[in-house]
């Protein structure tokens, strides 16, 4: 029997961080079916792979894209970095559960910078339902999140969960586990999950662990707070018995950059003392958000309408301006650290002629203060305004990036699709993490092995969900395999230019199926809902 396709002549990179060789590689249906030289066959397809490598599709250990699937099911910008799966409900967000009535709460708290939310369900099961039927190009792993868990259980409140409360949110949470998720994930810097105490985090991983549940974590905070809070993410993975991801590892602020060796070697010793800690990262210095983020967590106490009546009130304002407010000059959050306003860009905005201006900027168009134009902003565009912000330091970025303990994750929000004009000036990792890690740090700057880089981002991140048959070039593993030029494969995308497609990416194969063929977007959407076995 012939095989579907044949990939000839090209250096194979497994996924497990061994040495590459020359092997083609032959797939049948869904699946690898031979790897070896020079095989021998006939295929109803062949592809010239000479100079070029072939490796696992790529997993981005750490996307938001669930927010925009529905909208943007093509998933072209992760799609043509390699990516043929995402692993997805981080920080705290996803769309499910759903309890009745909250559905302009959840949008308002998960939705505003272009998402597009349909909310048409209530369980964690029939959202995932709904997602396979938009059929994405890329597998997803999907987690619930924790915010979600906090809404649909005890609404959009700044208290501590009462009994009644953690019985409803380890139901639903054991509902979700039911219908395929991989765990839940907390954004401790994001109301409500803000408001959650250590205690609450560790008694929900505890009903998860039986069934091996993951718990990924955006730290409470990562700037001052940064050992403390990585501590806190061990402790809730020990004393809960479950594996824990500390999500993109970082120290925010430059008074807090020094922190980042004592950060690693807490994550190496509470592995070597037997917990299952990882973490993941990205490769650039700046992160991007949700510019209402920006306000202290209080302030967010009833979701966004009550933040709204907040920043309206002149007093409300003067209290966020005394905490926040660092010499006049700087904004300072437990998440950022004390980042300048020359430092803090808007991304996405319904008012097109900001996006791409600093705050700064904003501030001497409007002739007010930055403090001011920032909560006038929120006011005026009611907090559907998304940010970058330059808060780490490149040194930090290749150390984080080259720890062995540490993987691949975008935390990209948007998606897009097509060519021609689109919205925004969004984070350039939108578009260019996979192949940044692949040119600028394996290849340019030698950080590491094309082998290392690949691993961090096939390999690793499918033992850490344990995907089975993924994440490895073997035979009877799923066929989902990247073909790119070592020597070209680059980023495109820039901060200031960032809506441009990475080169040196020949083909993407997701499931068997070609999605960038040639270098072209071929516009098929072979991807499926992966369902984690608990």
């Not at 590459?20 to 006939?42: C, K, M, N, Q, S």
């Not at 990924?216 to 991801?245: C, T, Y």
Request: proline share 5%; hydrophobic share 40%.
């Amino acid at each position: 029997m012939a095989w579907s396709l044949l990939i000839r002549g090209g250096t194979v990179i497994d996924g497990s961080g061994g040495p590459g060789g020359a092997a083609d590689v032959a797939v049948e249906g869904d699946r690898i079916a031979a790897i070896g030289p020079r095989l021998t066959g006939e295929a109803a397809r062949v592809v010239d792979a000479a100079g070029q490598a072939v490796t696992p599709g790529f997993i981005d250990a750490h996307s938001h894209s669930d927010l925009f699937y529905f909208a943007c099911p093509s998933a072209e910008s992760k799609v043509r970095q390699g990516v043929t799966t995402e692993v997805v409900g981080m920080c705290s967000f996803s769309q499910a559960p759903l309890a009745p009535g909250q559905e302009d709460v959840v949008r308002g708290w998960a939705g505003g910078i272009g998402a597009s939310l349909d909310l048409r369900w209530q369980t964690f099961g029939q959202y995932l339902d709904a997602l396979a039927a938009v059929r994405p190009a890329v597998n997803v792993a999907h987690f619930v999140g924790h915010g979600a868990l906090r809404i649909a259980a005890m609404g959009f409140e700044a208290r501590p969960a009462g009994g009644d409360d953690m019985k409803a949110m380890g139901r639903l949470l054991g509902e979700a586990l039911d219908a395929g998720a991989f765990g839940f994930s907390s954004g401790l810097v994001y109301a409500p999950s803000a408001y959650s105490d250590t205690g609450e985090l560790i008694e929900l991983a505890r009903t998860m662990k039986a069934r091996g549940g993951l718990y990924f974590s955006h730290i409470r905070g990562e700037s001052s707070m940064l050992l403390d809070s990585i501590a806190e993410a061990i402790r809730i993975g020990d004393e809960g018995g479950v594996g824990v991801q500390v999500s993109h590892v970082k120290a925010s602020g430059r008074e807090n950059w020094p922190k980042i060796d004592a950060a690693l070697r807490m994550i190496e010793d509470a592995r070597a003392r037997g917990v299952d800690v990882l973490g993941d990262v990205y490769p650039y210095n700046a992160g991007s958000t949700k510019l209402d983020n920006l306000m202290p967590a209080w302030a967010h106490d009833g979701g966004v309408t009550k933040l709204l009546e907040r920043l309206a009130d002149r007093g409300m304002r003067r209290r966020i301006i005394e905490e926040c407010l660092i010499d006049g000059e700087r904004w300072g959050t437990v998440s950022q650290g004390g980042i300048g306003f020359d430092q803090i860009f808007i991304a996405s905005c319904r008012r097109r002629e900001l996006e791409g201006l600093s705050l700064a900027e904003i501030a001497r168009q409007s002739g007010t203060s930055p403090a001011d134009s920032l909560m006038n902003l929120l006011l005026e565009q009611t907090c559907t305004v998304g940010m970058v912000s330059f808060s780490q330091s490149l040194d930090n970025v290749a150390k984080v990036l080259a720890h062995p303990l540490l993987m691949i994750g975008s935390d990209s929000i948007p998606l897009f699709a097509g060519d021609g004009d689109k919205p925004g000036k969004p984070h350039p990792r939108t578009y260019g993490t996979f192949p940044r890690v692949l040119g600028e740090y394996a290849r340019d700057r030698g950080l590491f092995s094309l082998e290392t880089a690949v691993h961090k981002m096939t390999g690793m991140p499918a033992a850490r969900l344990r995907l089975p048959k993924r994440g490895l070039l073997r035979e009877g593993f799923a066929a989902d395999i990247a073909v790119f030029n070592p020597a070209t494969v680059r980023d495109e995308s820039t901060y200031a230019d960032p809506h441009r497609y990475p080169t040196g990416i020949s083909y993407v194969i997701v499931n068997g199926a070609a999605v960038v063929d040639g270098g072209r977007f071929a516009s098929s959407r072979p991807g499926r809902i992966l369902r984690a076995a608990h």
